[in-house]
């Protein structure tokens, strides 16, 4: 029975550090858009750093990945939610038919996410992985 325990704390441990991975790429991600229309090299280093921490934290590439999924798919929850909230609450004017507006946010969201954002979050969870085995902390 100990080890049933064991083995979920683990798994809880995982999970958090995906959704932390998630919402901290997402919260860098609405940050640029909400600055500027588009994302930099500047914000691509944070989310490599923050996929290295969660690397380092999970080690295992089949633990990576899964958390990279799982990651990307609460990001993109998080800034749908975030972008279509202003319609949600009906500030946003009649000006234009709400369509088109959540099409937009939808082709906003998905560049902002496919395939550079992916990459450097892979490649980020990849490097974090080889050195926590390298340090072995697991």
């Known amino acids: ?66 958390g990279l999924i799982l990651s990307v798919l609460l990001s993109v929850f998080i800034m749908f939610f975030c972008l279509t909230l202003p319609a949600t609450l009906g500030k946003v004017g009649r ?15 998905f560049r902002s996410i496919f395939p550079i954002t992916i990459i450097v979050s892979f490649l980020g969870g990849f490097v974090g992985g080889l050195i926590g085995e390298k340090l072995k902390l697991r």
């Open 1 to 66: 029975m100990k080890k049933f325990g064991g083995l979920l704390k683990e798994k809880l441990k995982d999970a958090l550090v995906a959704a932390g991975w998630g919402l901290t790429t997402a919260s860098i991600i609405l940050r640029s858009l909400y600055e500027g229309a588009s994302l930099t090299w500047l914000d691509y280093v944070p989310i490599f750093f923050v996929a290295a921490l969660a690397g380092l934290i999970l080690v295992d590439l089949e633990k990576i990945v899964y």
């Open 95 to 109: 000006f234009a038919p709400l369509e088109a507006f959540y099409s937009g946010v939808f082709v906003m969201v």
